[in-house]
């Protein structure tokens, strides 16, 4: 082993350069983590997304009337989207975060000398970059079953990041919880895949009765699916300036909770 | 200037276990320390609140004059650190982990490669930059670690007993390899149960033990407060009884191994010509237990009697 060690003379980074380098470090790193296990990061959703609009779509949804004035294989293409981006962005931070912490190696970020809110913004944009990749291919997919016109492209660039943003930070509370691996799926499978069925994925609630229309609009989902919708076909349940102050208020409250709890380091640190 | 400097620190953990009772500790700038106690003393709770990974309860603590409280990030930028158990991502290759570490710590990326071959390079690890991490052995993993703590220079570098179960070659081409980021300006802190470890290449050392330092000295100082040593002596030829030697006490481990104790009075020669006398030939001598085991065994001891 080689004792010439010489120390460079380069300049002490300052705060700004570590915030920012580190930052980029992260997001390197989620990028290449979903990229190597790409068969479990991107391949799925876009074998689901074929399914759905197979069964749903093809199948089932051609002996369906129109839905809004809009064909039923249409209608449901931005809320399989949203589907895809949700998940997607939840679990890459959940799995991500989690398998750091479990495998101890989130300590390499511990020592470091960036702040929580840079880790945190770091595994948030991960899973927005695992839902924007993920959700342009199920568009891909979407374009061999339908043609889906975009009607206002800012809201639905807008909506989708929001929306992943929103779910990414959701993931990483849920990590941040989470004792082992039966905690990380308990939400994804029994709360967020219930809340997106309910979400008007595959339906409009004006078709739904009244009651039923009620306790839609208390499903988060449904608000972030119809702004998605609204970007592509130009139609929504919902006023679209609710969805988006629902998403900015979800955002900053997640945001606020991760970092204040990866300040605290509840059960990271000792 | 210290490169550690911890006053009054305590550690009381959820379960009530009070792991540090008050700990005041001063590193100086360049040194290279040992931090010495048996399992359980408080070692790595210590290293755990320097390096954030653990939360204090009480004191104060600062690395080169920053503040762990006020002024953590520039603290933590000083700060490399070789933790005991392995944490890097296995799934990750050599070369990716450090590049990646350096990045956690603001070295832009062509930096960071330019570094990685010279620490890889260096930690002979640069053939298997490539590989998986997890299909590195042992002694890899653990100068993997080193050679990831090193990534941003730091000025102060903490090393948890970094050569556990590594075998003795490359303990030892470890320990050249540490001596020269030492004498290079880098403050070294080791936590080691390898006493002998310790004793050749640290100048200040500090024993812990119940959570209180038990002992603060010079390696040399605390070296020749040792009052007596123990050799075992190989014989060439077999005896029935140990020998009476007055002023030495002499035990008969097997019929040609003789246990005796020096004190710092006596010596060696005398020992000798006086089991020359008895027609007693030496074949080869050792010491029973190296000489900062004895002292620190005894310390330990004593600190468990009290």
Known sequence: MSTMVEHSAAPPQSMAQIRRVGFQTIVIREFHRIVRIWSQTILPSGVTATLYFLIFGAVIGSRLGPMNGISYMTYIAPGLIMQAVILNSYNNVVSSFFGAKFGKHIEELLVSPLPSWIIVSGYVAGGLLRGAMVGLLVSIVTLFFTHLPVTHPVIVVAAAAMTSMTFALGGFLNAMFAKNFDQISVIPNFVLTPLIYLGGVFYSIAQLPAWAQHLSLVDPILYMVNAFRFGFLGVSDVPVVVAFTIMVIAILTLFSTAVLMLDRSSGIRE | ?306
């Open chain 2, 1 to 306: 200037m210290n490169a550690l400097s911890v006053q009054g620190l305590t550690k009381t953990y959820r379960n009530g276990v009070q792991a540090l009772k008050g700990i005041d500790l001063a590193v100086e700038e360049g040194d290279f320390f040992a931090l010495l106690g048996p399992n359980g003393a408080g070692k790595t709770t210590l290293i755990g609140i320097v390096t954030s990974l653990v939360r204090k309860t009480g004191g104060e603590a600062s690395i080169f004059g920053y503040d762990i409280d006020r002024q953590l990030e520039q603290a933590k930028s000083c700060i490399g650190v070789v933790p005991q158990e392995i944490n890097f991502n296995m799934f990750e290759t050599p070369l990716t982990i450090v590049v990646n570490q350096a990045g956690f710590y603001g070295i832009p990326r062509a930096i960071a490669r330019q570094r990685a071959e010279k620490y890889l390079k260096q930690l002979q690890l640069w053939e298997k930059r490539n590989h998986t991490s997890r299909g590195l052995s042992g002694g890899m993993k653990r100068r993997l670690m080193i050679a990831r703590a090193l990534m941003h220079e730091p000025r102060l570098l903490i090393l948890d007993e970094p050569t556990a179960g590594v075998d003795i070659e490359i303990r030892r081409s470890m320990w050249d390899f540490l001596r020269g980021i030492n004498q290079r300006g880098t403050t070294i802190i080791l936590t080691t149960h390898y006493l002998e470890e310790a004793e050749t290449l640290c100048r200040n050392i500090a024993i812990i033990d119940g959570g209180r330092i038990i002992e603060r000295d010079r390696m040399s100082n605390l070296l020749r407060r040792l009052h007596s040593e123990t050799f075992v002596l190989s014989l060439s030829q077999p005896l029935t009884a140990a020998p009476a030697l007055e002023g030495y006490s002499v035990k008969l481990i097997d019929e040609t191994t003789l246990e005796v104790e020096v004190s710092k009075q006596e010596n060696l020669n005398d020992l000798f010509a006086r089991l020359s006398a008895l027609g007693i030939e030496v074949h080869s001598l050792r010491n029973k237990v190296n000489r900062l085991e004895e002292i620190f065994m005894r310390l330990v001891e004593r600190g468990a009697a009290a």
